[in-house]
């Protein structure tokens, strides 16, 4: 799951955000200078992803693109779930996307003096180009896998990928219209199980 699944997942399971998205750009253990409802979000992030990496609706997205892309796969498909998780959402939220994307903008805005330097450019760049309403662009999910592509010291094909998942969009969509139901619920019995997991 990219940003825009995070976030969204983040306010259904009732964790926090800021601490769900910081999960992208903390490694090893969330630090100790964090605030605990920051550090279960991060622990939370982690447990997203290992659930959405097992599941079959996962592989079977995988399983879907020339065997040369699947080695980068993983990452390419996080980037076009929040392209079919933004088209549709609608389907998953009561809330317009533009206002849950301004009100994700604002909370990390708001915290931005506690942030990692390199979330908050992310951050800025995000609400500049007001990214996650742009994710329902298909030319806006090429452009974020170029980007990607660049930053990457080794050779990849992400930059190239964007006509395979196109060509299996159908597929990619059922797979996702099963994948996040089923995280979401993972998610919501995950803080259910950590009644700490509720706080901000």
Do not use: K
């Not at 959405?52 to 993983?74: C, K, M, N, Q, T």
């Amino acid at each position: 799951m990219n940003i825009l699944a995070h976030a969204l997942i983040a306010h259904q399971a009732g964790c926090s955000l800021v601490g769900n998205l910081l999960g992208d750009f903390v490694r090893g253990a969330p630090p100790a200078q964090l605030s605990p409802g920051w550090q279960r979000g991060i622990r939370l992030h982690r447990r997203v992803d290992g659930f959405v990496d097992a599941h079959a609706a996962s592989a079977a997205s995988v399983a879907r693109l020339p065997a040369a892309r699947r080695r980068w796969a993983r990452v390419a498909l996080d980037v076009y779930y929040d392209h079919l998780l933004a088209r549709d959402f609608a389907r998953y939220s009561d809330r317009p996307l533009p206002e849950f994307a301004a009100q994700t903008y604002a909370a990390l805005a708001a915290a931005s003096a506690q942030l990692p330097a390199r979330m908050v450019r992310f951050a800025d760049f995000m609400t500049e180009r007001d990214l996650l309403v742009g994710y329902g662009d298909p030319d806006v999910i090429a452009e974020v896998l170029a980007r990607m592509s660049a930053r990457v010291r080794r050779q990849n094909p992400l930059a190239d990928v964007f006509p395979d998942l196109q060509a299996v969009d159908a597929g990619l969509a059922r797979d996702f219209a099963v994948l996040f139901p089923a995280t979401l619920d993972f998610a919501r019995a995950e803080v259910a199980a950590r009644p700490a997991e509720r706080s901000r």
